[in-house]
């Protein structure tokens, strides 16, 4: 009987300083909105004929408490119903609403006392939202129930999951990807201050181990491994793909959750997350059941489609929506005030940073990181048994403004205070969490491969086919002599004389035939990766037929100085690495020295296993290397790129508490992105026992839709 008293009694203090809290709440907002009235010449709180300050302050105090529950019970509704609008609109359209939410709340108020014309509406109400929110927040501060109640407002949580559910001793693990930042990077990061809290862990004992990847060093190629434990058939960011006709691009949604399908076919099992997981601002699910911002469930249409449940999560409290869309619009000037300050300067490299980019960057480095990491939060307060989550905001800003200097070094300081806040919360959760950082490739800085010879690899190959290309690529140097060595080579196949057997003519037959029937290569770039393709032979080209159909293409490439090797096929070696100085080496016999040397160790595993895959291009191009500066030339408008060999791109890291076992053993070296979801998975199992993968087929009507062909033309390049 006591202990039932004593709970009641319990409940009542906390009901009674609950209530307390939204009192303070309404008052510093009653405050507020009588200051700004007082400010604001277009904001008022009165009747025409005046109104005593008793009156004006009760005026005050109903608007400010109309606009607290419409903030409460209406702003919810008209998230849900914005679902399905682009979040970068979205972002935007947050100041209207809720400044439409407070002309609605002073036109509640009785004899028309309330009134704002429609800008200053949109000042008061983001203001009133700031406020309420840093008021609630104080005040929770100092009381762990009513924190921890905050904090599962603030991710879109009511309560957690029944205590049953969430085994307290049990740890849970989250992964939180940095998406780009390299070993290096990291290291340097830690050195000069900029990263604090992963400093902390770092002298606490956590493990700092650099991991190579796959010739592909890009998100979907490592992310894919890591998360579905196979990337086999991912050569590039993006590529063509013969037997079906697609243009294969890991961001989009339906290449995303095909290259998903193909990986748990594959693998036999759903992925790292199926077992109580939870997939953050990924490419691919993981398995997991919980998902927001995950771009292969982008491409499902239905109720089964959650992934932009994490967008109402985190805007459904006007507070958060405010505070996002203030800092995205200061980020959108911090790039304009910074790629203005790098033109002034001259600062190269340098590539374009108008247009819409400064709304992508501010999406990437605000939107996204908030709705990620509130999700996060969310996750840990629910007691998770695994989350994944991707925070892509130094990789976006590397591409523009390079790896290395003070426009990457702010994104490196906010990223550290984000980790910070996931470590916080996780204090409060029901459960133990052990955190592993992790990244999914590095960044190569370099001069675009246009910026350093005028043209781009789509012109060279052009121009080394004999096509027509525009006269700025006849006018350079590589431009002009690929023309005449094409034009050169292709005289003397047509021309070579007769030999007493004959043979010559039905040489000069076949050159003749594949002359006359125009070839349009396609032409791609992921990073300083290069592939082309030509749709029009359903096989793998051999060196041999690519000879004859262009006689100089191949030697054009393999001899550009901005060219590191090319990989072909032939049907006398199986497949061949070209280089300069004539360097011609079978990849059977590839090692890390000759024409590789340079990409240094692995190169020639990973050179051969992409070989092997079905859908490699007819050519690969890999960029050159200078392993003094570091620099790669990317085929793409990036100064700071991935996706090929060379440098610091391909050399992530993982940080993991010592509580975890070591990721490889002494002196061994950890190769490879499904190797990383190897070591990943004997973590899980460590700190949770066995994971059971959970089979999760597409229904027919999903399988049908992907595996719907493309039926557009094929886009020769694309940005990222």
Known sequence: MSDGRWGGAERWRSAGRALGRVIVVWAVSTLTMLALAGLLPDFELQSADGDSFTRTALTAAAAAGAFGLLGALV????????????????????????????????????????????ETAVVVAAVMSAVASATSTGLAVRDDDAYRRRLYRLTGRTRPRAVEDVPGEVPGTVFLQLDGVGHRVLRE????????????????????????????????????????????????????????????VSNRPASAVELQRRAVARTGDGGLLTVDGASRGNLFSGGADQLALVLSMAARRGPRNRSRAGYFAYFSDPANAVRTAGSLLAECGREVFQSTRARLRRETPRVSRGGTYPFVRAFATVVERDVVVSAVMGDMLAGRTAVYADLVAYDEVAHHSGPHGRDTDQVLRRLDRSIALIATVAEHAPRPYRIVLL????????????????????????????????????????????????????????????????????????????????????????????????????????????????????????????????????????????ARDGAEVPVADLDDAGPLAAFGPGAARAVRRTDGFPHVADIMVNSMYD?????????????????????????????????????????????????????????????????VPLAAPPTAEEDAALHRPVDRPVAQDEKR
Request: net charge neutral; with cysteine.
């Open 439 to 578: 990244s999914d490739h590095g960044q190569s800085p370099g001069e675009t491969f246009e910026g350093a010879y005028g043209l781009t690899l789509k012109d060279l190959v052009r121009a080394g086919c004999g096509l027509p290309v525009p006269r700025r690529v006849r006018r350079t140097r590589s431009g002009s002599e690929a023309r005449d060595a094409a034009r050169d080579a292709l005289r003397l196949a047509l021309h070579r004389p007769l030999d007493e057997s004959g043979a010559a003519g039905g040489a000069r037959e076949t050159a003749k035939e594949l002359s006359a029937r125009p070839s349009e290569p396609v032409v791609l770039a992921s990073g300083n990766l290069g592939l082309v393709s030509f749709p029009d032979v359903p096989h793998r080209m051999t060196r041999e037929e690519i000879d004859l159909r262009h006689p100089a293409l191949l030697r054009t490439l393999a001899h550009h100085p901005g060219v590191g090797f090319v990989l072909v096929a032939s049907a006398e070696h199986g497949s061949v690495v070209l």
């Open 75 to 118: 702003w919810p509704a008209i998230v849900r119903a914005l679902l399905l609008v682009p979040a970068l609109v979205l972002g935007v359209l947050v100041f209207f609403l809720n400044g439409s939410m407070l002309l609605v709340a002073l036109w509640l108020i009785p004899d028309g006392r309330g009134t704002a014309n429609p």
């Open 189 to 248: 990061a830690v050195a000069d201050g900029l990263m604090p809290t992963v400093a902390s862990w770092i002298a606490a004992g956590h493990r700092l181990t650099p991991w190579r990847t796959d010739w592909s060093s890009q998100t979907g190629a490592s992310q894919l491994g890591i998360l579905h434990g196979s990337n086999e058939d991912v050569p590039a960011f993006r590529w063509y793909e013969k037997d079906t006709g697609r243009l294969m």
């Open 627 to 691: 392993p003094a500066t570091g620099t790669v030339h990317a085929f793409e408008e990036q100064i700071g790129s991935h996706g090929g060999l060379g440098g610091e791109q391909s050399r992530p890291f993982l940080l993991s508490p010592p509580e975890l076992s070591p990721p490889v053993g002494a002196g061994e070296e950890l190769v490879g992105a499904e190797q990383v979801h190897r070591v990943l998975r004997r973590w899980l199992r460590e700190c949770s026992g066995p994971q």
